[in-house]
C-alpha cells in the first residue's frame, strides 16, 4: 500500500483547522467491523477521528504493509510482462493487480483570485492550516461559506475580533445545530483486558437513527430531521435510552 503523506489518516490527517469535526453522528461513524463505543463526543472531533483510523491500521496489521512518503506520479500496464509498472517519487514498483483508493478532495483548489499572486499578506487553504500563524489583531478573508468555513469562522471570530473577519460567497448556506454532547463512557474491562463500555448492554454502535419529516427546507418543501433520541437495540435486551 502506497501513501503519498508521512502518516495514514486521509482527511482526518490533513484537516486540522479549529472546530474541524465530522457531521455524522459518532456512533454510526466506525467501520461495521471495528465499532468504537468510546467516542467522547457525539460528533466527534477531527484529532479523534484520526487516532481511530491509525489504531485501527495498527490493529488490523496493515501498518508494516504501507509505505509512507510514496507518491504515485503513472500507472502503466505492462502487457509484455503481464503486470502494472508503478512510478512513485522513490522508484518504480509493479504489481500483478492495482487498486487505487487516492479519493478525489485530495488536493485543495485555491481559486483564481485577481491579485492572489501579488498580495502581501498571509494565504492558506482551511485544508493545509497553519496553526503557527497566530490570527489575532489580523483582519481575516475566508472566501467560501462551506462546511469547513461553518466550522471554523466561528472558532477563529473571537480571535480575530468583531471588525477582523468577512466571509465571501457564492450563495446563502443553510445549516443548523445538530446538538452535540459530550459523552460519560463508563470503563469495564472484559475478561481479556479490553475495556467494555457497556457491560451486559447492547453495542452502541447498532444503534437506530429515528428521522422526522418535520423539517423546513428553503424552498417550502420538507426534509428530514435527526430526532435527539435514539435506542440501541438487540435481540432479547433491553433498550437503553
Not at 482526518?12 to 479549529?18: A, G, I, T
Not at 502487457?79 to 517519487?89: F, G, S
Not at 503557527?132 to 480571535?159: E, H, M, N, W
Request: charged fraction near 25%.
Amino acid at each position: 500500500m502506497l501513501e503519498q503523506a508521512a502518516d495514514v489518516g486521509g482527511t482526518w490527517r490533513d484537516n486540522s483547522y479549529p472546530g474541524c469535526a465530522c457531521d455524522v453522528p459518532s456512533a454510526l461513524y466506525s467501520f461495521s467491523f471495528e465499532l468504537n463505543p468510546f467516542w467522547t463526543r457525539s460528533f466527534s472531533s477531527q484529532r479523534e477521528i484520526w487516532d481511530y483510523l491509525r489504531r485501527c491500521a495498527q490493529r488490523y496489521g496493515l501498518t508494516p504493509h504501507i509505505r509512507l512518503r510514496h507518491e504515485v506520479l503513472a500507472a502503466a500496464w505492462n502487457h509484455a510482462r503481464r503486470c502494472w509498472q508503478v512510478n512513485t517519487n522513490r522508484g518504480e514498483l509493479t504489481c500483478d493487480v492495482l487498486i487505487t483508493a487516492t479519493g478525489p478532495l485530495s488536493e485543495p483548489k485555491i481559486p483564481n483570485l485577481p491579485g492572489l499572486e501579488t498580495f502581501q499578506g498571509k494565504v492558506f487553504h482551511s485544508a493545509r492550516w497553519d496553526s503557527d500563524y497566530d490570527l489575532r489583531d489580523r483582519r481575516v478573508a475566508v472566501v467560501g461559506t462551506g462546511a469547513s468555513a461553518v466550522q471554523f469562522v466561528p472558532k477563529i471570530q473571537p480571535t480575530v475580533g468583531r471588525r477582523g473577519l468577512g466571509a465571501g460567497r457564492r450563495r446563502h448556506p443553510q445549516a443548523g445545530g445538530h446538538g452535540d454532547l459530550r459523552h460519560r463512557v463508563p470503563r469495564h474491562r472484559y475478561a481479556d483486558g479490553h475495556l467494555d463500555p457497556w457491560p451486559g448492554r447492547p453495542h452502541p454502535g447498532r444503534g437506530v437513527v429515528r428521522w422526522s419529516p418535520s423539517a423546513p427546507r428553503h424552498d417550502g418543501g420538507r426534509v428530514p430531521e435527526p430526532v435527539s433520541s435514539w435506542s440501541a437495540r438487540t435481540p432479547g435486551s433491553a433498550t437503553p435510552r
